[in-house]
């Protein structure tokens, strides 16, 4: 059993559309990171928490440590937006464990 | 703003043959991290490092993988005989602490062994 899972894995979507990706995981964490994979691979860091919520433009994140389970939305999509969203958390040993991902296609 | 360097951008070369993998973290972090993505597949997790040593590493990095900082900016990863299965991006990344921290990823390597 994967200790971290997404849902969904594709996500199609049209322009301004408001986007959910969840996240599940089945260890105890330390925190929780959201990050965010170009086509061209590079990743970069969208969020990182421990409880409750962050914001940041049109991306909101949040987590409920008790059910084990965050979700990242985007609200008014846009084409740009299109990437890998992936959630990985870290454990007592400071280890990523990551999940495979979603991948977001935002149409115009 | 600061970023994380990785060199090469992509690597060719045949199996049984060494490569080096180089990273420069930003330069007030702490620790330093590799990972790799196989095609297709998740990003794992294989060795952070901290003051010289190892802090963590994953059962993927076996003998045939070392790290060094060799000079006080660099960060390497050495494979030291290829095989066709370590084809993959080897992506470096860096914090300025341990734990609860974000972390700052290069652009990555492609590796591709043949």
């Known amino acids: 059993k994967n200790e971290v899972e997404q849902s969904p894995q594709n996500l199609t979507a049209q322009e301004g559309e408001f986007i959910t990706i969840n996240c599940s995981y089945s260890?105890?964490?330390?925190?929780l990171h959201w990050l965010q994979q170009h086509p061209g691979g590079g990743i970069v860091s969208l969020f990182m928490l421990s409880s409750g919520k962050k914001k940041h433009g049109r991306l909101i994140a949040t987590i409920n440590i008790q059910e084990k389970h965050s979700s990242l939305h985007i609200t008014a999509s846009h084409p740009r937006d299109s990437a890998v969203y992936i959630c990985a958390v870290e454990g007592s040993n400071y280890q990523l464990i990551w999940g495979a991902g979603t991948k977001l296609i935002i149409k115009p | 703003e600061p970023e994380v360097t990785q060199t090469p951008s992509h690597q060719v070369t045949q199996m049984g043959q060494e490569v080096i993998l180089r990273c420069v973290p930003i330069s007030n972090h702490l620790y330093f991290y590799w990972y790799r993505q196989i095609l297709g597949q998740k990003v794992e997790f294989l060795v952070s490092f901290y003051n010289n040593e190892i802090s963590e590493k994953s059962e993927i990095f076996d003998d045939q993988f070392s790290v060094e900082r060799p000079d006080g900016s660099n960060f390497t990863l050495k494979i030291r005989s290829t095989k066709l299965e370590d084809s993959a991006m080897y992506f470096c990344?860096?914090?300025?602490?341990?734990?609860?921290?974000?972390?700052?990823f290069g652009p990555g390597t492609r590796l591709l062994v043949l």
């Open positions: 990344a860096s914090s300025a602490d341990r734990g609860m921290q974000t972390q700052y």
């Open positions: 260890v105890g964490i330390s925190a």
